[in-house]
T-cell receptor, first 112, second 114 residues
Framework: SQTIHQWPATLVQPVGSPLSLECTVE??????LYWYRQAAGRGLQLLFY??????ISSEVPQNLSASRPQDRQFILSSKKLLLSDSGFYLC???????????FGSGTQLSVL | DQQVKQNSPSLSVQEGRISILNCDYT??????FLWYKKYPAEGPTFLIS?????DKNEDGRFTVFLNKSAKHLSLHIVPSQPGDSAVYFC?????????????FGKGTKLSVKP
């Protein structure tokens, strides 16, 4: 069966510090991978998606970036965090043209 | 501009009764609609989906109804159980859009009381 791992579960970072969140998927190959963010009181917003190694599409302009160095690994990064980057970050995977996405357990990021 | 709207931030229901969660959308190009359930500090869990060519899909206690003319869908949970207490997100996918580009509503917090 397929599983998705996301870490860390919580993170407190000062403004201006770098960020690296990692996500890996097991039990499937060539998944579509996604980063979503849920800000306080808001729905889930798509940040990045990837259909293959090295292929990244950005949905929202911001100071975040994403990379996919391996088939089942997706990384969310920032060189300098802003207060507005605080939120609940979720990695997700999907397959083919299926409408379903499967989410990881999320990372609660607090930028202070 | 919100393309997917969940106008009720919360809903309280008695155990055993029906829970009805509502969702409205504005984009006629959506080809699939989905419902996710989310517990605090966890990722959303897929519940049920419906294609835009259908008007009903049922899975156990969960039924989703789609009214395309009204651009409205609803999730019915019958009977409601205390374990159903969670935040429910409505989501929609635009036909031909980027894979998995689901657009989510803000969620409705369901409380099922024993």
């Amino acid at each position: 069966s397929q599983t998705i791992h996301q870490w860390p579960a919580t993170l407190v970072q000062p403004v201006g510090s770098p960020l690296s969140l990692e996500c890996t998927v097991e039990g499937t190959s060539n998944p579509n991978l996604y980063w979503y963010r849920q800000a306080a009181g808001r729905g889930l917003q798509l940040l990045f998606y990837s259909v293959g190694i090295g292929q990244i599409s950005s949905e929202v302009p911001q100071n975040l970036s994403a990379s996919r160095p391996q088939d089942r690994q997706f990384i969310l990064s920032s060189k300098k965090l802003l207060l507005s980057d605080s939120g609940f970050y979720l990695c997700a995977w999907g397959y083919g043209t299926s409408e379903k996405l499967f989410f990881g357990s999320g990372t609660q990021l607090s930028v202070l | 501009d919100q393309q997917v709207k969940q106008n009720s931030p919360s809903l309280s229901v008695q155990e055993g009764r029906i829970s009805i969660l509502n969702c409205d959308y504005t984009n006629s190009m959506f080809d699939y609609f989905l419902w996710y359930k989310k517990y605090p500090a966890e990722g959303p869990t897929f519940l049920i989906s419906i294609s835009s060519i259908k008007d009903k899909n049922e899975d156990g206690r969960f039924t989703v109804f789609l009214n395309k003319s009204a651009k409205h869908l609803s999730l019915h949970i019958v009977p409601s159980q205390p374990g159903d207490s969670a935040v429910y997100f409505c989501a929609a996918r635009a036909y031909g859009g980027s894979q998995g580009n689901l657009i989510f509503g803000k969620g409705t917090k369901l409380s099922v009381k024993p």
